[in-house]
């Protein structure tokens, strides 16, 4: 059915040093990164952190101030954008309107001089599921159709890597959700190494095999999706991945794997393996999800993490529903609960009991910006 995985392996795309400078301000700033051959990479940060100037550069949009990159033994960083074993998709997936669905993936193949570019062009279009639309111009086809064309046009040039540059942020959200699915299916299905930039957390951890969080033309955190959402290293990561609580304390014991985080006269137990504190002022965190509401009079799970506090807000979502539980010293913690049953919904006012394991607990660095990662960080495209 699909276009069959390729022959040849894929090399990994290497960055090494790479720095752009624009007007004395670094946009991306000494990064050395290596994305698998093979693999789905997200590069993920906010607006300005540095991602679409990264991918630029490797497509040879952008020529960087210093630093090389390499597709296996490749040196990639003087090539011209054409000679690279690279190929980019767009936001605006730029499709030819003139030209019907057939020509468009055709294009490469026809400037290159090949001569049968039939047998190529279908099996493409079987990949992305597209036969029946192959005499459709552009104008014809929905939004998420369209951004199918794009990927099978520029991976019939068989590009070692494939660059997808924010390529759903024109769909809606229904649509977005559905061609999240489709991309992985069709990198899984090609095996070609897919390098992904975006702004959507979500996006991000539902297609990746690897996240890496940019901020500020740097790399926060680096690793798979649960890792870096179960197990953030800084609070910018915490924060910018989902919501999450976050308390200032200090560690001031332990007792085996596990240390004791004191804060504001309550004491946590945090996982040492989940600690990215330097010294004993620690930031504990924790992700709303992870924890549970229970009735004032009810028994927690022993060795759990507790607190009492007041329900100040209730928002029902469908899924789910968002309580605000303003704890003993004057905080408000998110708490989001499955709707398993209306009928048990607490209420604005209401006294009530949060507890979470010990294991859903981490610890950040006591010397960071508590809110990092919550608004936007502009220094380059």
């Known amino acids: 059915m699909s276009e069959p995985r390729r022959a040849t392996p894929?090399?990994?795309?290497?960055?090494?040093?790479?720095?752009?400078?624009?007007?004395?301000l670094a946009a991306v700033d000494d990064l050395t990164l290596t994305i698998p051959g093979g693999s789905f990479f997200a590069l993920l940060g906010p607006s300005g952190c540095g991602k679409t100037t990264t991918l630029r550069m490797v497509a040879g949009l952008e020529n960087p101030t210093s630093g090389q990159m390499f597709v296996g033994a490749q040196e990639i960083t003087d090539l011209k954008a054409y000679k690279r074993p690279v190929n980019t998709v767009f936001q605006s997936y730029a499709l030819f309107p003139h030209l019907d669905i057939f020509e468009n993936v055709a294009f490469g193949l026809r400037r290159r001089g090949v001569k049968d570019v039939t047998g190529p062009v279908e099996r493409m279009l079987e990949l992305v599921e597209l036969t029946s639309m192959a005499r459709r111009k552009p104008g014809q086809l929905s939004g998420g159709?369209?951004?199918?064309?794009?990927v099978a046009r520029a991976l019939i040039n068989e590009p070692d890597v494939l660059l997808l540059d924010e390529p759903l942020g024109a769909l809606d959200l229904k649509l977005r959700r559905q061609m999240q699915i489709e991309l992985k299916r069709i990198q899984v299905e090609v095996g070609t190494t897919f390098v992904h930039v975006t702004h959507d957390q979500e996006e991000a951890m539902t297609m990746a095999d690897t996240i890496a969080v940019m901020n500020q033309g740097r790399i926060e955190q680096l690793g798979a999706p649960t890792q870096i959402y179960e197990n953030p290293a800084t609070a910018f990561v915490a924060n910018f991945l989902g919501q999450c609580n976050l308390v200032p304390g200090q560690i001031t014991g332990g007792d085996g794997d596990n240390a004791v985080l004191s804060a504001n006269g309550f004491n946590f137990?945090?996982?040492r393996s989940r600690i990215h504190a330097a010294g004993?002022?620690?930031?504990?965190?924790?992700?709303?999800?992870?924890?549970?509401m229970y009735w004032a009079d009810e028994p927690l799970p022993a060795g759990h993490n507790r607190l009492e506090g007041t329900v100040t807000d209730v928002s029902f979502t469908g899924v789910s529903t968002q309580?605000?539980?303003?704890v003993p010293w004057g905080q408000e913690l998110v708490v989001f609960e499955q709707n398993l049953s209306l009928e048990e919904l607490s209420r604005r006012g209401e006294h009530v009991q949060i507890g979470w394991a010990p294991?859903?607990?981490?610890?950040?660095?006591?010397?960071?910006?508590?809110?990092?990662?919550?608004?936007?960080?502009?220094?380059?495209?």
């Open 359 to 381: 294991g859903h607990t981490f610890a950040l660095d006591g010397a960071e910006d508590i809110t990092a990662g919550m608004g936007s960080h502009v220094v380059g495209a």
């Open 10 to 24: 894929v090399e990994d795309l290497n960055l090494v040093k790479l720095s752009k400078i624009y007007g004395g």
């Open 145 to 150: 159709q369209q951004q199918r064309v794009a």
């Open 323 to 326: 309580y605000l539980v303003k």
């Open 280 to 292: 004993s002022s620690a930031i504990l965190g924790v992700r709303p999800e992870k924890i549970t």
């Open 269 to 271: 137990s945090v996982p």
